[in-house]
């Protein structure tokens, strides 16, 4: 950010792009609004141009000290950085390479988002890296030192497009393993497999112990993991220099970009040998394996097993990863499942709603006697208790059976059904007189 002023006027220049930039626009108010304003302010941009060279940038600081003789009381230039580096990274201005690295080192530590998860811990470690980015850099610590962050960004290097911090940390701290950036040569944990498990109705209810075949990759039993072919050494990359990754800039208007990408010359490796012919240098292969698996009670169609390390096989002799099994249930004919409630219809004729009965019901457990009691109204829903589905991990508990009754009303009725039928409704009408007398 750059600011003009001259007496109570103030002009302020911000610009989205790297460079630092003076439009037209402003060049023109520069020169119509503010009389005071040195000529050799003036003359830095023209028409045609949008973008402060270094040396046009050595000219305008250095026209602070211009004295106009029109140029009012208290006519100054301000620049003014965002973020004082040396701050940052808790030094001062004189300090060393050494001391610089040592810093950010012990900071970046502590404020790694993997470490440190409190509020704005992430957002400091970037300004860390980006503090460290530019001191341990002697062109662009030069720069800052004399013209600030503004400087940066309007220098051709392209200071203001800084590398992504993680890649940093990691170009310093190759013994740390945050989250698998950088080299393959690094022992990894091993990808997590899924197998899916379909189960009938009453398997999944009451558990069962299935036997499983998966496909995995494990360790190459020729090589140990390594991919190397026995007997053989390995040599040092040298187009990575080890690290497993290269780095590519391209120079843009816009300023110089930076892409970190896995060196094609060992894949990521960090090293060059000659690959294990059975696993053609992966260090791993790919086997079935049966298992034998046991299924809680209770599960239910999108519940989840995990079973550890029976997942992939680890690179370079890093662990192993899971196995996770999704089931999926069959839907019962007759039973319905809510939960761990069982859910039935029953079909009652309107004689034995009337008279109460018993009946024998279908449960998850057999065949059971329910009784009715007399004057069960059609749509009534009766409890048969601990007859439904076992808690998932608490099998001595177990949810109900809810059985609805269903009162079916036949359609055609006997003449002699129809005639007691007839005889039943005149005893309810002198039930109904009598009770009004």
Do not use: W
Request: net charge positive.
């Amino acid at each position: 950010m750059a600011i003009i002023s001259c007496g109570s006027t103030r002009v302020t220049s911000l610009g989205v792009q790297p460079q630092f930039t003076l439009r037209s626009s402003i060049t023109n108010k520069l020169s119509t609004s503010l009389p005071c304003t040195p000529s050799r302010i003036t003359s830095l941009a023209s028409q045609s141009s949008t973008f402060f060279s270094e040396k046009s940038l050595n000219a305008l600081f250095s026209s602070v000290s211009y004295i106009n003789p029109c140029q009012k009381r208290g006519a100054r230039l301000v620049v003014r950085a965002d973020k004082d580096y040396y701050s940052v990274l808790g030094v001062s201005k004189n300090a060393s390479k050494a001391d610089i690295k040592s810093s950010y080192r012990k900071l970046a530590r502590t404020n790694h988002p993997d470490v440190n998860k409190e509020p704005g811990a992430e957002q400091k470690f970037k300004d860390i890296s980006n503090a460290y980015e530019v001191l341990s850099d002697d062109e662009k610590r030069s720069v800052y030192d004399r013209y600030g962050e503004a400087g940066l960004k309007g220098s051709s290097m392209g200071g203001g497009d800084y590398t992504n911090p993680f890649d940093i940390f990691d170009s310093l701290f190759d013994n740390l393993n945050t989250g698998g950036r950088g080299s393959r040569n690094r022992a990894t944990e091993g990808e997590d497999q899924l197998h899916n498990l379909v189960l009938n109705f009453k398997d999944a209810i009451f558990g069962i112990e299935k036997e499983i075949e998966i496909t995995r990759l494990e360790s190459c039993n020729t090589c140990k993991g390594s991919g190397a072919k026995p007997e053989t050494r390995s040599s040092k990359c040298s187009t990575c220099g080890g690290q497993g990754q290269v780095i590519t800039s391209a120079r843009t208007p816009l300023g110089v970009f930076q892409q970190v990408m896995t060196c094609p010359n060992c894949n990521g490796a960090g090293e060059i040998s000659t690959p294990c012919s059975t696993c053609r240098g992966e260090g791993r292969v790919k086997k079935s394996k049966r298992i034998s698996l046991k299924v809680p009670a209770g599960v239910d169609s999108g519940s989840r097993l995990r079973v550890r390390s029976e997942g992939n096989a680890g690179r370079r002799g890093g662990p192993p990863g899971d196995l996770f099994v999704m089931i999926e249930v069959l839907s019962d004919s007759v039973l319905k499942r809510d939960d761990t409630n069982i859910l039935y219809t029953c079909k009652l004729s309107y004689i034995d709603a009337i008279l109460g009965t018993t009946m024998k019901v279908p449960t998850v457990d057999g065949i059971v006697d329910l009784k009715i009691p007399c004057g069960t109204q059609p749509g009534t829903t009766l409890v048969m208790a601990k007859k439904g589905v076992p808690f998932l991990n608490k099998s001595n508990r177990r949810g109900d059976q809810l059985v609805k009754v269903q009162v079916e009303i036949p359609k055609r009725l006997s003449g002699e059904e129809k005639k007691l039928i007839e005889e039943l409704s005149e005893l309810n009408k002198a039930k109904a007189t009598a009770s009004r007398r």
